[in-house]
């Protein structure tokens, strides 16, 4: 009989933290497999295609795609053929005025002034100090930092990439946003408050009552630096590391549901499907949330494990909506994120807060040239729609999509009437897409207690087994993913980021891999790597 292949590494789960763990482990020489529960890849950050058209089912923002960025880094590293189109702004609407956020600060802040004529000092000092904490731990956090330390070596490494600058920039976080903005006398203002409360429901998952300014100031960076919309869709990201990952000798399986992992006698894990498929590992990744790992470890949540669940987990849902408008009725130049804030009383959430995500114009990967595409997404908490009889359940549907289109009609007025396809999403629907718990996504509300030294790490379920993916440092977002997939590469090997890195053709700060040298053309607003296959474009301004 043929013996069982014994794999380095089996991951579970092929959402964005899953796939980059995985690619990475191959490309290190580990023997690795992938196995996702879906039909496709991606997880909240996957896709779903409606006869012409193909849907970014949840996430739809990318940061970090920049050279010496992580996810930028990553793809070229893995020899992903992938661009992206940067958004020539992010268009904020609040109930009665506008604000675009553009790259450029001075453009940027004297925007600010115009939509914000009230107290214009504080306000530039508020966006100066943000910018420079922002800027300084988002660099940092490109450096993988070893959250939480191990030992004196990690702590020595984190102290060495956050230098003093990076210590101070931390330091903030014993302030909440909602004290800084006291500080410097903005704390009643009703307009300025609302936008940063709406962006960081967004990024942070809470407010400025309880996000610390450090992280508040990096989440409100990554709308500064400028967000990018993905060639082809997500679809192209969770595909283009998928099929590099199977290139590399990886092996894939979709549609392959987990069921159980044991130990076995001989110090390794059994890994075994719905279909009775058995594989056996050395170690195991979870691309999953705690709760779901234990279960598939037969393990009860108690103790230590509890409260550390508890720390990561998320508490919001999504109702989003998916629709293909005629292109006539958008605007080409039309930034490609507009988020609405409806009514400055209500709460930042369940459709008085939506993000409206616009495919760039001429992709194919999302539609036929004369449509649009559009995901549109607000927070809500999942047990409001656990429960409920189904004429309930459709009335709270209709109720939400009502919400949903009155954004869409704020941010894109035309598009309404010019609608080809519609299609609306429930928490029920992430239930049953993820498989986590009653629908809660998008990782936990960002506090003192759950992030930088104090996240929860990935060896949290003991020796050969791992986490990765948004329960685990850093958290939620794409980006988070991929460094939470990095850390445990960089864990698993032995070898650091820097060292992987090494591997990636020449470019400013990098030795040479002996491939062509990329010319590297930079502009405010538009980075291309001509050889490494990995360009992100302007979006038509
Ligand atoms: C509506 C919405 C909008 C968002 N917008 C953005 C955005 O614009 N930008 C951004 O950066 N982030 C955004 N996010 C957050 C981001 O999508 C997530 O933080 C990130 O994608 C989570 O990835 P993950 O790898 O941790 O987990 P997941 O994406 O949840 O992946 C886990 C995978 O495991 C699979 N799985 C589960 N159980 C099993 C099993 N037993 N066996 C096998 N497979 C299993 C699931 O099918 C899933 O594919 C958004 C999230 C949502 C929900």
């Known amino acids: 009989m043929k013996p069982e292949e014994i794999f380095d590494l089996v991951v579970v789960g092929g959402g964005m933290g899953g796939l980059a763990a995985a690619a990475l482990a191959q490309s290190r020489g580990l023997r690795?497999?992938?196995?996702?529960?879906?039909?496709?890849?991606?997880?909240?950050?996957?896709?779903?295609?409606?006869?012409?058209?193909?849907?970014?089912?949840?996430?739809?923002?990318?940061?970090?795609?920049?050279?010496?960025?992580?996810v930028g880094d990553l793809l070229r590293m893995?020899?992903?053929?992938?661009?992206?189109?940067?958004?020539?702004?992010?268009?904020?609407?609040?109930p009665d005025r506008t604000l675009d956020i553009v790259a450029d600060s001075t453009a940027f802040e004297a925007a600010s002034a115009t939509a914000f004529p009230g107290a214009i000092r504080a306000q530039r000092t508020f966006w100066r100090l943000q910018a420079t904490v922002g800027e300084v731990l988002l660099r940092a956090a490109g450096r993988v930092p070893r959250f939480p330390p191990r030992d004196l070596a990690d702590l020595a490494y984190d102290l060495r990439i956050l230098g003093v600058s990076g210590l101070l920039a931390a330091s903030t976080s014993a302030l909440t946003v909602r004290?800084?903005?006291?500080?410097?006398?903005?704390?009643?203002?009703?307009?300025?408050?609302?936008?940063?409360?709406?962006?960081?429901?967004?990024?942070?998952?809470?407010?400025?009552?309880?996000?610390p300014f450090a992280q508040a100031a990096a989440c409100l960076q990554a709308y500064r630096r400028g967000m990018s919309r993905p060639g082809g869709g997500m679809r192209s990201l969770a595909e283009g590391i998928g099929g590099r990952f199977a290139a590399l000798g990886g092996d894939l399986r979709t549609g392959t549901l987990v069921d159980r992992v044991t130990p076995t006698s001989d110090g390794h894990f059994a890994v075994e499907t719905r279909h009775r498929h058995r594989l056996i590992a050395r170690r195991v990744?979870?691309?999953?949330?705690?709760?779901?790992?234990?279960?598939?470890?037969?393990?009860?949540?108690?103790?230590?494990?509890?409260?550390?669940?508890?720390?990561?987990?998320?508490?919001?849902?999504?109702?989003?909506?998916?629709?293909?408008?005629?292109?006539?009725?958008?605007?080409?130049?039309?930034?490609?994120?507009?988020?609405?804030?409806?009514?400055?009383?209500?709460?930042?959430?369940?459709?008085?807060?939506?993000?409206?995500?616009?495919?760039?114009?001429?992709?194919?990967?999302?539609?036929?040239?004369?449509?649009?595409?559009?995901?549109?997404?607000?927070?809500?908490?999942?047990?409001?729609?656990?429960?409920?009889?189904?004429?309930?359940?459709?009335?709270?549907?209709?109720?939400?999509?009502?919400?949903?289109?009155?954004?869409?009609?704020?941010?894109?007025?035309?598009?309404?009437?010019h609608v080809i396809h519609a299609e609306f999403a429930s928490p029920r629907s992430f239930a049953r897409y993820t498989r986590r718990s009653r629908g809660a996504v998008g990782g936990p509300p960002v506090s003192r207690w759950n992030s930088g030294p104090f996240a929860v790490g990935s060896d949290v379920l003991g020796p050969g087994l791992w986490v990765v993916g948004d329960s685990v440092f850093p958290g939620q977002g794409t980006m988070a993913t991929v460094l939470s997939a990095i850390r445990l590469v960089e864990r698993i090997t032995g070898a650091s980021w820097d060292e992987m890195r090494r591997a990636l053709p020449h470019r400013e700060g990098f030795p040479s891999s002996g491939l062509p040298p990329c010319r590297v053309a930079k502009t405010s607003e538009n980075v291309k790597l001509s050889c490494c296959r990995l360009a992100i474009q302007p979006d038509k301004a």
């Not at 903005?186 to 400025?208: C, E, K, N, S, Y």
Request: glycine share 10%; with cysteine.
């Open 78 to 94: 893995l020899g992903v053929d992938f661009h992206a189109t940067r958004t020539s702004s992010y268009r904020v609407h609040l």
């Open 179 to 211: 004290d800084v903005l006291h500080l410097l006398g903005l704390g009643h203002d009703v307009t300025f408050r609302a936008l940063i409360a709406m962006l960081l429901q967004d990024t942070a998952q809470a407010g400025p009552e309880t996000v």
């Open 285 to 417: 990744a979870f691309n999953l949330p705690l709760d779901l790992a234990a279960a598939l470890l037969g393990r009860d949540l108690d103790g230590l494990l509890r409260r550390r669940e508890t720390r990561s987990r998320a508490v919001w849902s999504a109702f989003t909506g998916y629709l293909a408008v005629d292109r006539r009725a958008v605007p080409d130049d039309t930034p490609l994120f507009h988020q609405v804030l409806q009514d400055y009383q209500q709460p930042f959430h369940d459709g008085n807060n939506v993000l409206v995500s616009l495919s760039p114009p001429d992709d194919p990967g999302y539609g036929p040239p004369d449509a649009r595409v559009i995901t549109m997404s607000t927070h809500t908490p999942p047990g409001d729609w656990s429960g409920l009889d189904p004429s309930a359940y459709s009335a709270r549907k209709a109720d939400y999509r009502g919400r949903l289109l009155g954004a869409l009609a704020r941010a894109l007025p035309d598009a309404l009437g």
């Open 32 to 70: 690795t497999a992938l196995l996702e529960a879906h039909t496709k890849l991606g997880g909240c950050a996957g896709f779903f295609a409606r006869g012409p058209f193909t849907f970014d089912a949840g996430a739809t923002a990318l940061m970090g795609l920049g050279p010496g960025e992580p």
